[in-house]
């Protein structure tokens, strides 16, 4: 099973999580990104409970490039605090898990 994982991240806006989702994509960080519908964040920052509308991405990618992956989030990222986790994937279509390896793997040729 290839060591892919899929890591998430919310964006406050979908104009900021497609062109997120498009660059990680562009530097072959990620073989997919799923951008979701908004959805509301309910979360304590800095001593007050703050809502707030976000657009959440789910990333797939291998786990050799999550430090680069984490970096590119933080680099591009607007929020001082940016949620980032990323979860290992146990089990899936094997074809898939290789086509994720495939996608985020650069050929020399």
């Not at 062109?19 to 072959?28: D, K, M, P, S």
């Not at 960080?29 to 509308?53: D, F």
């Not at 279509?93 to 985020?104: A, C």
């Amino acid at each position: 099973m290839p060591d892919a994982l899929l890591v998430l991240t919310n964006m406050p806006d979908r104009a900021g999580a497609v062109q997120l989702a498009q660059t990680l994509i562009e530097r072959r960080l990620a073989a997919c990104v799923n951008v979701l519908a908004g959805c509301t964040s309910v979360y304590r920052w800095q001593g007050k409970i703050e809502n707030a509308t976000e657009v959440p991405l789910l990333i797939k990618t291998r786990l050799a490039l999550y430090p680069e992956l984490e970096s590119a989030i933080r680099e591009l990222h607007p929020y001082e605090l940016p949620e980032i986790i990323a979860v290992p994937i146990s089990y899936g279509l094997t074809e898939y898990l290789e086509w994720v390896s495939g996608e985020t793997t650069i050929s020399i040729g």
